[in-house]
T-cell receptor, first 115, second 112 residues
Framework: DGGITQSPKYLFRKEGQNVTLSCEQN?????MYWYRQDPGQGLRLIYY???????QKGDIAEGYSVSREKKESFPLTVTSAQKNPTAFYLC??????????????FGEGSRLTVL | GDSVTQMEGPVTLSEEAFLTINCTYT??????LFWYVQYPGEGLQLLLK?????DKGSNKGFEATYRKETTSFHLEKGSVQVSDSAVYFC???????????FGQGTRLTINP
């Protein structure tokens, strides 16, 4: 079945460590996105990419990094510079780079906890 | 910048009750408006959308009308079910920046 796969589902990290969250899609979508979800704050955009080898910062990019070497993959690295990394991370994709349809397809998320 | 404001949650209703979740927005252009739903343990999925003023989006018994004069897109359902328990997000498309802007989400719990 076509969809978005995020891994791992749960991740624990010690302070000072970098971690990488995986996001893979087999929908042949051009655009991919990373959102962070915190209770009572909704979804905030971290990074997005509309084409391979290109990506843009979202609203809260500090302390995060991404790469887009392949169309189907958009990994997110949470670096030690991210001051409050404990959160639920959602990856999404869209067939439409301009988001004219507005439809994002989401993965099931990765929950990161910093100990 | 563009923003979306939803009513504070959580919302708890009995089965078959009428549901309204308020959503208002601020945008410089003419955005499209969306409701997404997140069931427990899952990612978000699109529930309904409206792309211009006075359009009504509908799906699974839910409806929302794009009201430009009040900058609102309230979600309604006439008779809720336990299976509607989820978190609901209002969103708008910021086409200039090519991204979606989400509200803070409203947690809905339906009791049998």
């Amino acid at each position: 079945d076509g969809g978005i796969t995020q891994s791992p589902k749960y991740l624990f990290r010690k302070e000072g460590q970098n971690v990488t969250l995986s996001c893979e899609q087999n929908l042949n979508h051009d655009a991919m996105y990373w959102y962070r979800q915190d209770p009572g704050q909704g979804l905030r955009l971290i990074y997005y990419s509309q084409i391979v080898n290109d990506f843009q910062k979202g609203d809260i990019a500090e302390g995060y990094s991404v790469s887009r070497e392949k169309k189907e993959s958009f990994p997110l690295t949470v670096t030690s510079a991210q001051k409050n990394p404990t959160a639920f991370y959602l990856c999404a994709s869209s067939v439409d780079r301009a988001l004219l349809t507005g439809e994002l397809f989401f993965g099931e998320g990765s929950r990161l906890t910093v100990l | 910048g563009d923003s979306v404001t939803q009513m504070e949650g959580p919302v708890t209703l009995s089965e078959e009750a009428f549901l309204t979740i308020n959503c208002t927005y601020t945008a410089t252009g003419y955005p499209s408006l969306f409701w997404y739903v997140q069931y427990p343990g899952e990612g978000l999925q699109l529930l309904l959308k409206a792309t211009k003023a006075d359009d009504k989006g509908s799906n699974k018994g839910f409806e929302a009308t794009y009201r430009k004069e009040t900058t609102s897109f309230h979600l309604e359902k006439g008779s809720v079910q336990v299976s509607d328990s989820a978190v609901y997000f209002c969103a708008l498309s910021d086409q200039g920046a090519q991204k979606l802007v989400f509200g803070q989400g409203t947690r809905l719990t339906i009791n049998p």
